[in-house]
Every structure is written in C-alpha cells, then in structure tokens.
C-alpha cells in the first residue's frame, strides 16, 4: 500500500520521463554527520558521507511517493570529500527507467557541488519499485 | 615525489571484512537525516514493506565498505578525488553479518590522465553468500606510475 505524503504525486511508472528534473537539494554537513557516518561504517577515515544523505532519491521522495522501494545497484564518484561547515547543493535526476522480469525499476542520478563550487561526487542508483517481490526471496 | 605504485591485471586486493550491528546500520541512517522508522531501523516496517524477518543493512552502506575497500588499495590520495565504484545489491545484509569484500585488478589501461586501473569486487558474508558484486575503477597519475621502458 502506498503512502501518502502532502504535495506529493503517486508514482506512474509508465509516465514518469527520463531526464525529468528533481527538486534542488540544499543542506550543510556538520562534523555530527561525519562523525555519526564514520562510527557507522567504522571506518574513522570514511571521506564521503554524502553517501548516506541518499541525495538522488531524497529529491525524489518531494515529488512522488510510491510502495517503497529497494536499492538494486549504486554507482559512487568521487571527486572531493565534502568540508562540514559547508554547505552542499544537490541537483538529481531521473536517469533512466526499465522492466526486467515484470519489475519496474527507476535510476536517480545526482550530481553534489559545494558553496566554493568544488564537484563532491555523483551517484547513480537504481530502485526496484516492488520491494516486496525481492523480500520473498530474502525469507 | 609520489612513491611509485604498479599496478597487475590479476593482482589481488587487500580485504576488508565488517560485522554489521544494528547500532551501525542506526548510526549510518542517522548520519543521513533520517529519523522515522524504516525498513533499516525498524522490525515492523522491514516485515510490512519487504516481508523479511529482520531489518536489513542500506546497500549504500555495502557501497561505502566497497570504497573503503579500495580507497585503502589505491590511497586516499588517488582514491578520493578520481575513484568509483558500482555494485549489484544481490542478498541482503542483516544485523550480525559478517562481510568480507575483496576484489581484483581487471584491467590497466592508459587515459589522457594518466591509467585507469579496473578491478572488481564482491562482497560475501559468513556463509559465503555473494550479497554484493561489482566494478570499481581509479584513474592513477601518470607520476605515480613507474617511468616506463
């Protein structure tokens, strides 16, 4: 069952277009985030914790809503660790879209720049839409 | 100067292995801003939204291991500023796994900035299962490269 979140659309699979554009996301990344990231991947030396903002689905998740939603694949660029204290303004999209096996999947991709203009990172990630079809076979 | 590195196609990459706790998987969501319960925190909303009897790891936070993975490889140096990585979620990883990534170098091919260095990953847990699998890449400087021949 889906759920519902005001001013959001349901997700229509068929009529969702490639290269349609996410809402800008902005935010600052504090030393608690890094922090918190780090303690959670244990990794003391963990560069990126754009990655747990989740960034290209999050923009998604203004405009649509849906039954919810596994992660399929995700493909990481690097190219500068984020600065705390700065702030971070995201820009994503729908990349692509595709059936395999009577599954529809969606692809976000986001592209993540700071206040000084340095390019952070990009990630692309692709989202089965029928999250309990991949559950049963995780019984 | 760079200390020089070589890379082989067939060479091995260090591993890496994490034993995941819902602690870990609580501090990783939180670090992200999520604060509601979710099929990663949350028992119920794992069985409501998957059907599984447990919560399960976010596979981004697999595709952060994978980065450690080869950020140690590679050096931070190199790594961070013209590394990726791409990984298939296959299995799911629960609280009390334990996973192992490991990889090998694929592929050395030269680019206008220097070689780019393919390898591949995968990632299992403790009963062998492949719960992930993928490529990653790094394009290494030229000068970090022995001088050729």
Not at chain 1, 2 to 18: F, N
Not at chain 1, 62 to 77: E, P
Not at chain 2, 95 to 102: A, E, I, L, Q, R
Request: hydrophobic share 35%; proline share 5%.
């Amino acid at each position: 069952m889906a759920q519902r979140h005001e001013g959001t659309k349901l997700l229509d699979w068929e009529a969702l277009k490639i290269g349609e554009q996410l809402p800008t996301l902005s935010y600052v990344l504090t030393q608690e985030m890094v922090d918190e990231f780090r303690a959670g991947v244990m990794d003391p030396e963990a560069a990126f914790p754009t990655i747990s903002q989740k960034v290209d689905v999050r923009p998604y998740h203004l405009v649509y809503h849906d039954d919810g939603s596994v992660n399929a694949r995700c493909a990481f660029h690097c190219y500068n660790p984020p600065v705390p204290g700065k702030r971070i303004t995201v820009q994503a999209w729908i990349a692509d879209k595709y059936a395999r096996r009577g599954k529809n999947y969606i692809v976000t991709e986001a592209v993540s720049v700071d206040e000084d203009g340095r390019l952070l990172d990009r990630v692309i990630t692709h989202e089965l839409k029928q999250p309990s079809e991949v559950g049963k076979k995780w019984q | 100067m760079a200390i020089a590195r070589s890379y082989k196609v067939g060479e091995q990459i260090p591993s890496l292995t994490k034993n995941m706790t819902q602690d870990a998987i609580n501090r990783f969501e939180k670090s992200g801003g999520a604060t509601g319960p979710s099929q990663f925190t949350d028992l119920d909303t794992a069985r409501n939204t998957l059907g599984t009897t447990s919560t399960v790891a976010s596979g981004r936070m697999s595709l952060t291991f994978a980065t450690e993975l080869l950020r140690r490889y590679f050096g931070a140096d190199v790594y961070n500023g013209r590394g990726m990585v791409d990984l298939r979620f296959l299995r799911p990883v629960r609280p009390g796994d334990s996973v192992t990534f490991s990889g090998k170098v694929t592929g050395v091919v030269k680019e206008a900035n220097g070689c780019r260095v393919s390898v591949e990953v995968n990632a299992s847990n403790q009963k062998g299962d492949v719960t992930a699998a993928g490529t990653g890449a790094c394009v290494v400087p030229s000068g970090y490269l022995p001088a050729e021949e």
